[in-house]
């Protein structure tokens, strides 16, 4: 049996040792084929095709070798290892060059430059200790290649010059190059340390911290944050597992002590965590059901083995000598997760202590795992009620109705993860719905669009007042969301719930995604009290929204009252002194209004006022101010128009409401309003003085015989000014 293992060795050693040295030995012989001419100039009559081919053959087996080092995914354990592959790759290179210039004229080719080149990268691009020996070696190629005994009287003196350019070629760029690039390497090299000793830390550090953050406190975004609780669990799950296998390794004297973990498919394994002093562990994933490791996950028990056969042990890939060996299953409830192996080189084998030692090692195994299992789902059910607590709150501070929609849509996001959603309110007397906020693939041809559709989702929610469809998956695909014309197609789950106050509809909250089992129970949930917060929002926002207005505008006309213009009318200054563009204002007043008060009754005396007010809203821009300046007096501001321009305004409105026919109780009559205009700066700069020149203007074209439009001149200066008790009021 002895016997047997050390012919194993000797033979996986010299299986090594070939595959190692194999490119040195080609070169080699390669070398003493170029000293014996047996690589020809091409060009010259008499040249063999066949070294050609045979050029071909070692290119290829230079690109093979280059592919191979490539794509291997073995780590080099030592740098010596490394080391030798990059040298026998140079001489491969070095050989493939040299060949190339014997068969197109030896020393003197036309591409012997190309020497230099290679020299130079082979140089830079390794250690010292690899790249000065090939250096050396392309020196020794070229006195093969000149120094041959067929080669020519000019050889000689070729060798020398091409050896010194060489050697110069190798100096310069280990001097310059090679320095740089070796900075830059060192640099690199302490950088990335630094950065995964940064994100190990970190990992660690927001396991710990995580839970006391404040909400205000955390600014990372969802993933972010399950990302980094991720990272910092599977850390915490190494170390423990590290900790548990080297203290195993250490108190049983072993020789490997592994842990074997099933992947998902539950046909392979693959070394979790390890401590060995072996270097023929393999690495890359091992069938699972073979051998003693298929024997302990099949039969859930543990075995111990003297003296077994490798071929029984798959997580040796080499000769590795092993006297004992035990390993027990790693369960968890009744599924077995994977098998914690130990082995000794001595004679030494495992006892009923060491069993039981192993087996609660391995439930210390499934503890571990399941107390990091348990810390990720609690973080992330705390995080998840963060966010619904921010949701609620951001709800709660939302005034108007543009708050509430983005704060609703925000609070969904923050529950679950969707592709669409969309705020719909309900009209009850005509039973419709009207999209008032809506996000996704759908929402330029939905935002703002009415539907009444009665077997549409959201119809059927609002006569139902509960949510649906039920599960949250969407089956009936023939059901429109809110009418035929338009389709939401493509998705998998769907959530409507009704918006409801006092069991009264007042909308629809959609909720939508792509995917299948978007919202389970628990997300449809918190959907749900999101949903009834929409609704109470929602209310409160056309409470506030209906309070704003009676604080800033007309009650009877539904212009913006007296104190509000005045701020408005401040603010416009501001903005006009700062761009220099005028302003103009007209102040005007309805003829006769107390006559028409008297004639026909206040309530006409309202709609005179209200149809004026809706002339001068319909003429004026959405930038220009409209007020009600008192009694019967209105205000309008025109921001960046002249006087001209405003004069004109003020007679096209004078017009109109010449024109209008007003209905009493006493027969149809007519009105007529007087209008004054006065501008920034071209009549005066400060607010007061504006509204001075504007009133003195009224106050003309009332006295020269009222229905007539009068700009403000400086000769209205000599002007009696109105009564003092007026120009108070104003």
């Known amino acids: 049996m002895k016997v047997a293992k050390i012919r194993q060795r000797i033979s996986f050693a010299v299986g090594r040792t070939v595959r190692a040295t194999l490119g040195f030995g080609v070169s080699g012989t390669i070398l003493v084929l170029l000293w014996r001419g047996w690589f020809r100039d091409l060009r010259q009559p008499g040249g063999d095709l066949r070294l050609a081919g045979a050029a071909g053959v070692l290119t290829l087996l230079l690109g093979t070798k280059i592919a191979a080092r490539v794509r291997t995914a073995e780590r080099r354990r030592t740098p010596r290892r490394e080391a030798l592959s990059d040298a026998e790759l140079g001489v ?24 230099y080149a290679v020299v130079s990268f082979l140089v830079t691009f390794h250690r010292l200790a690899v790249g000065l020996p090939l250096a050396a070696s392309a020196i020794g190629f070229e006195a093969v290649l000149s120094l041959r005994p067929d080669a020519g009287p000019q050889a000689g003196s070729d060798f020398l010059s091409h050896a010194g350019f060489i050697a110069v070629f190798a100096l310069l760029n280990v001097v ?44 990372r975004t969802r993933a972010e944050e399950e990302q980094k609780l991720s990272q910092g669990s599977v850390e915490t799950i190494h170390q423990q597992l ?8 250490k108190s049983m004297e072993l020789q490997t002590c592994a842990l074997l973990w099933l992947d998902e498919s539950g046909e392979k394994l693959k070394v979790k965590e390890l401590c060995t002093e072996s270097s023929h562990v393999a690495e890359a994933p091992i069938v699972a059901r073979t051998g003693a490791l298929g024997a302990i996950l099949r039969d859930a028990r543990p075995i111990a083995l003297d003296v077994p056969k490798l071929s029984l042990l798959p997580y040796y890939n080499g000769p590795a000598e092993v006297a004992a060996f035990l390993g027990v299953p790693v369960v968890e ?48 059910s705390k995080h998840e009620h963060e966010r619904f607590y921010r949701a609620s709150a951001e709800l709660n501070r939302a005034l108007t109705l543009a708050e509430v929609y983005d704060a609703a849509i925000a609070g969904a996001r923050g529950v679950c993860e969707f592709d669409f959603a969309a705020i719909a309110t309900y009209d009850a007397r005509r039973a419709s719905h009207t999209i008032r906020r809506v996000v996704g693939q759908w929402a330029d041809k939905l935002d703002g669009t009415t539907h009444a559709d009665s077997s549409s989702m959201v119809s059927m929610v609002a006569k139902n007042k509960l949510a649906l469809p039920a599960g949250g998956e969407w089956r009936e695909r023939d059901v429109p969301v809110f009418s035929h014309p338009i389709r939401i197609r493509d998705l998998e789950s769907l959530v409507v719930l009704p ?66 213009f005045q701020e408005r009318f401040s603010a416009m200054l501001g903005r006009a002194d700062r761009h220099r563009f005028p302003v103009s204002m007209i102040l005007t007043d309805i003829d006769h209004f107390k006559k028409v008060n008297d004639s026909y009754g206040h309530p ?24 009600r300046y008192g009694g019967e007096e209105f205000a309008i501001v025109l921001e960046g128009t002249d006087k001209d321009g405003a004069r004109q305004l003020a007679e096209r409105i004078r017009t109109e409401v010449g024109q209008q026919t007003f209905q009493s109780s006493k027969g149809p009559f007519r009105a007529t309003l007087s209008l004054g205009v006065a501008s920034y700066p071209a009549d005066a700069r400060a607010k007061a003085d504006i509204i001075a020149r504007a009133d003195q203007s009224l106050y003309a074209a009332k006295h020269g015989g009222r229905n007539r439009t009068v700009a403000y001149s400086p000769e209205m200066e000599k002007t009696p000014a109105p009564a003092p008790a007026k120009a108070a009021a104003r």
């Not at 940064?198 to 927001?206: H, I, L, T």
């Not at 001595?346 to 348990?374: C, G, I, K, N, W």
């Open 92 to 115: 491969l290179l070095l050989t493939v060059v040299y060949v190339l210039l014997a068969v197109s004229g030896g020393s003197g080719s036309p591409v012997h430059p190309l020497v």
């Open 176 to 219: 310059f190059l090679h320095a740089e690039v070796s900075r830059q390497r060192r640099e690199r090299r302490r950088r990335l340390e630094e950065e995964l000793a940064s994100m190990r830390q970190e990992a660690r550090d927001f396991r710990l911290i995580s839970t006391p953050l404040s909400a205000d406190s955390r600014v």
């Open 242 to 249: 590290f900790y548990t296998l080297d203290l195993l390794k």
């Open 333 to 380: 409830g009744l599924t077995a997760r994977g098998v914690l192996v130990a082995d000794r080189q001595e004679a030494r084998p495992f006892t009923e202590s060491d069993a039981s030692l192993m087996q609660s090692a391995a439930h210390q195994v499934v503890r571990v795992v399941q107390s990091e299992r348990v810390f990720q789902a609690v973080e992330r």
């Open 499 to 564: 918006l409801l106050i006092k069991d009264q509809v007042i909308g629809t909250f959609t909720v939508g995604a792509r995917r299948a089992g978007a919202f389970p129970s628990d997300r449809r949930e918190m959907l749900g009290v999101i949903a009834n917060q929409v609704a109470i929002s929602l209310q409160n926002a056309h409470m506030y929204q209906a309070l704003e207005e009676q604080a800033t505008t007309d009650g009877l006309t539904g212009l913006v009252n007296h104190r509000t």
């Open 604 to 627: 006409t005396g309202d709609d005179v006022l209200r149809r004026v007010a809706a002339i001068l809203s319909g003429r004026a821009r959405k930038i220009d101010i409209v007020a």
